[in-house]
C-alpha cells in the first residue's frame, strides 16, 4: 500500500493529543509493517524548513517520504467550506490510502479516505470549546464523516457519541484505543531520586504533591478541582500542594482568581513555564514524584494523561464521566465530576491511606500494560485493509 497521512498534528510547534496519537499510531505501524510506503503531507505556503524538522524521525527511514503543499493550510480549509477545491491538486493522486487525523477530509482527497474523530466536545459541550475550532466542526465534519470510507475514534464511549449525533455512520465506524509510550512513561529507578529532588527543588515543589498534568481548559473541571482542594485543606490543613501543570488552554484566567478567591496562593503552585508548555523532560519525574494524579475531566474522547499516569506508577484520582472509566477501569479512585464534595472525599482518600495508594500503584503498572501502541497500530493497520475492500 501506499499511505498518505495528514502530517499537520505532527509539525505543530505544540504538540497535543491528536498529535502524540497520531505519532504512536504512525511510527508503531511503520515498524510493523515496513513493507508499506508511507507518505507524510502538509500545507505551508512557506519552505516548511521548521516544519520539516519537525519530521527528521520519519524521514530517516526508508520507506517514508514527505510532501508539502505550497499554500496555507488555513486559507485551504477556509476556501473549502465553500469551494470544493481538491486537495489532490496539491498532493497528488497516488495514495491508496489516505488518513486525517484531526476529523475533517477535504474534498478531492486520492484512494480509501479514512478519518480519526477523537470526540464529540463541541456537540456535548459546545460552551468548553475555542470558537474557530467550533465553527470548523460545525461546518466541515458533517461532510468530512459522509465523504470518509471508514471512521476511527479512539473508545467504544466516543463511538456511541458519534453514533448519537450522526447515526448513519454507525457501520462505519471503528475504534481504535490510543496506546502509552513506555520509554516515555515508567517507574523511575531509586537510582533516579536525585533527578526528582532537584525537579522538586527547581519548581518549588513539596516533599508530596497532587499534580494535574494536562492542558488548562475548562472541560478539565479545575474549577472544582480547586474548590474540592480547598475543603479538602480546611479538614488537612497538612494536605499535600495541588500543582497545575502541563499547557495553557483558553479562558483560564479565572482559575487564578478562584485560587485567590479562596486563599489558596500558597498551597497551589502553577508551574506553566514561560513557553506554555511543559517541557517534555519534566513530564516523567513530575509524574514520578506526585503522590497522586488528579485529572476530574468532564469529558474525554479517550484520556491519555490518567493512562500515561497509572504506567509511571502513580495513583490516580479521575472521574466517571465519558472515556475515562474505560481507560482506567478499577485501576483509579473515580469520583463525580460535577460534584465537589466527592472529588474532595476522593483526595482525602488518596493522602490518607497509603495502603490504597500502594494498591494503585500496583494496579495502574498492570492497566496500563493493557495499551501500547503496536496494539493500535495493528488495529489501524486492519482499518486500512478493510478500506481497500469497500
Not at 477523537?118 to 474557530?132: A, I, S
Not at 468530512?144 to 475514534?153: E, F, K, Y
Not at 523511575?188 to 527547581?202: F, G, S, V
Request: proline share 6%; aromatic share 10%.
Amino acid at each position: 500500500m501506499r499511505i498518505a497521512l495528514d502530517a499537520l498534528p505532527l509539525v505543530s510547534s505544540r504538540m497535543t493529543g491528536i498529535g502524540y496519537c497520531e505519532a504512536g499510531q504512525v511510527q508503531a505501524m511503520m515498524m510493523l509493517h515496513p513493507e508499506e510506503q508511507y507518505v507524510l503531507q502538509f500545507f505551508d505556503k512557506g519552505d516548511g524548513a521548521e516544519k520539516r524538522k519537525r519530521l527528521y524521525y520519519y524521514e530517516q527511514q526508508r520507506n517514508v517520504s514527505v510532501r508539502q503543499g505550497h499554500f496555507s493550510g488555513y486559507l485551504y480549509r477556509l476556501m473549502t467550506t465553500a469551494i470544493p477545491l481538491p486537495y489532490r491538486a496539491f498532493f497528488g493522486k497516488d495514495a491508496d490510502i489516505t488518513h486525517f487525523f484531526n476529523y475533517i477530509i477535504p474534498p478531492g482527497v486520492a484512494g480509501k479516505r479514512i478519518v480519526t474523530v477523537h470526540d464529540m466536545v463541541y456537540k456535548t459541550f459546545p460552551e468548553t470549546v475555542r470558537g474557530r475550532t467550533r465553527f470548523m466542526l460545525e461546518s466541515g465534519l458533517q461532510r468530512s464523516l459522509h465523504r470518509a470510507d471508514l471512521i476511527v475514534t479512539d473508545s467504544e464511549f466516543s463511538k456511541t457519541e458519534i453514533i448519537r449525533y450522526f447515526p448513519a455512520t454507525e457501520e462505519r465506524i471503528r475504534v481504535v484505543p490510543c496506546g502509552v509510550d513506555k520509554l516515555r512513561f515508567s517507574p523511575m529507578p531509586p537510582a533516579a531520586a536525585p533527578a526528582i529532588e532537584e525537579l522538586k527543588r527547581r519548581m518549588h515543589l513539596q516533599a508530596n504533591y497532587f499534580l494535574y498534568l494536562g492542558t488548562l481548559e475548562p472541560r478539565k473541571n479545575l474549577d472544582r478541582l480547586i474548590r474540592a482542594y480547598a475543603l479538602l485543606k480546611q479538614q488537612h490543613p497538612d494536605a499535600p500542594q495541588l500543582v497545575l501543570a502541563g499547557g495553557y488552554g483558553w479562558r483560564n484566567n479565572h482559575i487564578y482568581q478562584l485560587v485567590q478567591t479562596l486563599h489558596l496562593e500558597d498551597d497551589v503552585l502553577d508551574v506553566q513555564p514561560e513557553e506554555k508548555v511543559q517541557p517534555e523532560e519534566d513530564v516523567q519525574p513530575l509524574l514520578c514524584g506526585a503522590m497522586a494524579f488528579v485529572f476530574p475531566s468532564v469529558y474525554e474522547g479517550f484520556g491519555m494523561p490518567p493512562l500515561e499516569a497509572m504506567a509511571c506508577g502513580t495513583p490516580v484520582l479521575t472521574t466517571r464521566a465519558a472515556s475515562l472509566p474505560e481507560v482506567v477501569g478499577d485501576a483509579a479512585v473515580i469520583v463525580d465530576p460535577h460534584h465537589t464534595e466527592d472529588i474532595a472525599q476522593g483526595l482525602e482518600k488518596l493522602f490518607l491511606d497509603a495502603a490504597l495508594r500502594e494498591r494503585l500503584q500496583k494496579e495502574g503498572l498492570r492497566r496500563a500494560a493493557m495499551f501500547s501502541w503496536e496494539n493500535a497500530a495493528a488495529a489501524l493497520y486492519d482499518v486500512y485493509q478493510e478500506a481497500l475492500t469497500r
